[in-house]
């Protein structure tokens, strides 16, 4: 079984480097420093929730901000799928990880 050492998966998986890439979106993210004002309200205490709890905030909720009810609508779910859950059975976390990125790979979605 090789290794690639650039994407840091096996042969056998069916990843390509290009498959890695990370190409531009369509739709451009509203990144924690270009939050604009009309925005600021609703979205600084996501990003500072999520800045507190991942160190980061993730692409996905930087586009979702681009309609921040349904950033908003999003954290709220994924602190009652997630985040409470990771305190209970951290296990479920890890399944749910991998299928995220399963099926992320299949779908060749790697924003």
């Known amino acids: 079984m090789s290794y690639d050492e650039k994407i840091g998966l096996t042969e056998e998986m069916g990843v390509t480097e290009e498959m890695m890439a990370c190409p531009l979106p369509r739709i451009p993210f509203v990144t924690p420093d ?24 993730p692409r996905f909720i ?9 950033a908003e609508a999003w954290m709220m779910l994924d602190q009652k ?12 976390i890890r399944l749910m990880e991998l299928v995220i990125v399963k ?7 790697n924003n």
Do not use: F, H
């Open 34 to 57: 270009a939050i604009p004002d009309e925005d600021r309200e609703t979205l600084q205490p996501l990003y500072d929730w999520s800045q507190n709890m991942w160190g980061t905030v």
């Open 62 to 70: 930087q586009l979702l901000s681009n309609a921040p009810p349904t």
């Open 81 to 92: 799928l997630r985040i409470d859950r990771l305190k209970t059975d951290p296990d479920y």
């Open 103 to 109: 099926t992320a790979l299949l779908t060749q979605c």
